[in-house]
């Protein structure tokens, strides 16, 4: 067995646990390579089926091309897809964008709140309708009390301190210093009434694994990953104001499998063109134990 295959099995097993442990579960899907990878392996966990909605919180700044991909592959495999937004805040202006916030109290209000209040049911969730191809407002405002997440440990600082089932409070609030040990694959999975859940089936994956498994699953992706003629492709995707390409020929999987295996990227950290990064000193945990992804 190689190690895309061990990762793969390993994946499918923290989501049939999760599915198996937890009453109401859903999983984010930020569009970005890493969920689109969970979400093909929940899809093989279940056998072609995704037996939980995926939710998107959408900041209404992701760049175009993003919610095109997100929308077309919804309906073009089946999927319950659910949104949700900080109405309030954008119609109020309180966004970096018009100059009333910085990156990250703009990350704050625009992800974690809307995060937090889509997953506890107190905001509006819309869902998509596949007869019409439209969303509407989702009538159910029950809890996500199980949330599955894409992030890596590789990826960013305060990430490799999570677990595989990471227990935040009522207010989705991260207490770092009370992590369950996870040894000899032994998960624990019975939390406090009143607890949410986190769940990270790639937690172990690293960016090369996940451009190897896409292009071994010849997953579709965005093609923002992709160089398309002006010598600069997106490594991690966000929102536009925010979010910056970088120098890249690549324009296929092999070729990112290749740049990336090259070592050409080592010195320059995966989210290096996020600015709410560099504005938090590099790191995102204090987003994080608000309840950030």
Request: charged fraction near 30%; include cysteine.
């Amino acid at each position: 067995m190689n190690q895309l295959d061990r990762l793969e099995n390993k994946s499918v097993f923290i989501l049939r646990e999760a599915y198996s442990q937890f009453k109401s579960l859903c999983m984010l899907w930020s569009i970005g390579k890493d969920s689109t990878v969970m979400l093909w392996l929940a899809k093989k966990a279940f056998f072609g089926h995704v037996p939980f909605p995926l939710v998107h919180i959408d900041t209404a700044y992701k760049i175009p091309e993003m919610i095109e991909y997100r929308d077309k592959l919804a309906l073009e495999l089946n999927i319950d897809m659910i949104y949700g937004q900080n109405r309030k805040a954008l119609e109020n202006k309180l966004t970096f964008p018009d100059g009333n916030a910085t990156h990250l109290d703009c990350c704050k209000t625009l992800k974690t709140d809307a995060l937090v209040n889509t997953i506890n049911g107190t905001w509006p969730r819309f869902r998509l309708n596949h007869k019409t191809g439209k969303y509407e407002t989702d009538k159910s405002p029950e809890p996500y009390t199980g949330v599955i997440v894409g992030l890596r440990a590789d990826e960013e600082g305060s990430r490799s301190k999570e677990r595989y089932f990471s227990a935040r409070d009522k207010k989705s609030e991260w207490d770092i210093t009370d992590q369950p040990p996870e040894f000899w694959n032994q998960f624990k999975t019975d939390f406090a009434p009143g607890t949410h859940v986190r769940v990270h089936p790639l937690l172990d994956w690293s960016e090369l694994n996940v451009w190897k498994y896409i292009g071994r699953e010849k997953i579709p992706m965005v093609s923002l990953y992709f160089n398309q003629g002006d010598g600069t492709r997106y490594r991690s995707l966000g929102c536009w104001p925010c979010t910056k390409p970088i120098q890249s020929n690549s324009r296929t999987v092999e070729k990112i499998i290749e740049e990336l295996g090259s070592g050409k990227l080592t010195s320059i950290a995966e989210r290096a063109g996020r600015d709410q990064d560099k504005e938090d000193g590099g790191g995102l945990e204090e987003l994080r134990k608000g309840g950030y992804m």
